[in-house]
């Protein structure tokens, strides 16, 4: 009997690793179990179509949790990306309603009426009021897109009666022009919708003055046949007209103040709150010694930005010669030191805090050599990253953060491919280790 069960058990195929990133993904912030989830799905597990529905059901609900609503959207022009918004902006899309929509479009193959069900359940997204200090506003983008896709005329009717918010008109009417198979007439009585809801809105006017621009798009290059297909299209200029006069009489953010249609603003607001990175003294300590490290002296600063770029549009720096020598490495052990004893400043919130330094230890990665030095920067990397709270308050920007470590390789430094997921492993936590595993995985299949 024992031998007969060893033969069996030997011929048992073995268990799809992809079940232990299902397992031990209900034990991280729910965003990202929500990601891996979806992700799962994606590849086609669990085999069993119905496990597989119950699983994408649990990311629905898990994305139901995440900290953000709507993948963010820059609000003002030419914004710094060393940021506080600029990071938020690069971070990935574990937001509540991206999540969300993938899930449902991960459903639709397996049960389409489940899938139709949880969209019943999703309201229109409308981002809140984005003051004239903010920086971003919300993009609800992905909920018209789904729409569009599913041809889901008689929903995006009865959203079309409920806008709101400036940010939905654009990704709305691209989602009525786009919808394939229409009837003529009811993409007509759409547009009617659609210009019916600008005639009550009244949003900020960081809001509207983000979305415009976004508007003009969507019907450039249409209106001299747009009335072939859309027989009330004329009154939609009209409709539109009235919108901007509305907006443009009311406040007015700073930045806008010197345009000529804000002559007639009832009052002028503040403008935009996007305080740059490095200005306050220990962020500027740290990065002039990282700046030393790089580049050297002054003058040899000053040399390096004589040449042209290097192909990956970085200016020169050190070369690695001088990078192996007993004084670099002196003033690189300092400046490591620098960044493990970075406190806080009073007036800094803990986001540009943690993304500043987070920075730092990216920028180091990319020039410290391969070796013992090396090694320690990522130790001291990981353990920054182990006690980060961002990673429960923004999973997200916490995984932008990790993926400069991952990825934090210097063209020169001839660091082994593997030696900063090898440290990862022996030195991260439960979740890192799940990040990793599960790209691996999945990246297989």
């Avoid at 806080?344 to 410290?368: C, G, P």
């Avoid at 660091?415 to 890192?432: I, Q, T, W």
């Amino acid at each position: 009997m024992t031998a007969l069960f060893l033969c069996l058990l030997l011929a048992a195929p073995p268990e799809d690793p992809r079940q232990s990133i299902m397992d031990r993904a209900a034990a991280v912030p729910p965003e990202v179990a929500a990601e891996l989830y979806i992700k799962l799905a994606d590849s086609g597990y669990p085999l069993d179509k119905k496990k597989r529905l119950e699983m994408l059901e649990d990311a629905w609900r898990m994305a139901g949790l995440a900290k953000m609503e709507m993948p963010p959207k820059m609000a003002v022009n030419g914004m710094n990306t060393d940021t506080d918004a600029g990071r938020i902006l690069g971070s990935p899309r574990l937001d509540k309603l991206t999540l969300r929509v993938r899930a449902i479009r991960a459903m639709l193959p397996l049960d389409r009426k489940t899938a139709m069900e949880r969209l019943e359940e999703m309201p229109v997204p409308a981002p809140p009021r984005a003051p004239c200090e903010s920086a971003l506003t919300g993009a609800p983008d992905p909920y018209f897109e789904l729409l569009r896709d599913l041809g889901a005329a008689d929903r995006l009717m009865l959203d079309l009666r409920a806008l709101t918010v400036p940010e939905q008109l654009a990704p709305a009417i691209k989602a009525v022009l786009n919808i394939r198979r229409m009837d003529k007439d009811l993409r007509d009585l759409m547009v009617v919708a659609w210009a019916g809801s600008l005639k009550g809105m009244n949003g900020s006017f960081r809001s509207y003055y983000s979305s415009r621009d976004e508007l003009n798009r969507e019907f450039s290059g249409l209106t001299k046949h747009i009335d072939l297909f859309i027989p009330s299209f004329p009154k939609v200029p009209e409709a539109i007209a009235e919108y901007d006069a509305r907006h443009w009489a009311g406040e007015v953010c700073a930045d806008r103040a010197k345009d000529p249609q804000a002559a007639k603003a009832e009052k002028i607001g503040p403008g935009p709150k996007n305080p740059s990175y490095w200005s306050n003294p220990a962020a500027a300590k740290v990065m002039a010694e990282m700046k030393a490290l790089r580049f050297g002296t002054p003058e040899q600063q000053a040399e390096y930005n004589k040449r042209p770029r290097m192909a990956n549009g970085m200016a020169h720096f050190l070369p690695i010669e001088m990078r192996k020598t007993s004084e670099w490495e002196t003033a690189m052990r300092k400046y490591l030191y620098s960044l493990e004893e970075w406190k806080k400043d009073d007036n800094e919130t803990d986001r540009s805090w943690f993304h500043q330094r987070a920075m730092s230890y990216s920028a180091v990665l990319a020039i410290v050599p391969d070796g013992p030095m090396r090694q320690g920067v990522v130790q001291s990397y990981i353990t920054f990253l182990n006690g980060a709270a961002m990673k429960q308050e923004s999973p997200a920007e916490w995984l932008l953060a990790f993926d400069y470590l991952r990825e934090g390789r210097g063209a020169d430094t001839g660091a082994a491919e593997g030696s900063v997921e090898a440290e990862v492993r022996r030195s991260g936590d439960g979740l890192m280790n799940l990040i990793l595993d599960a790209r691996q995985v999945l990246k297989a299949k």
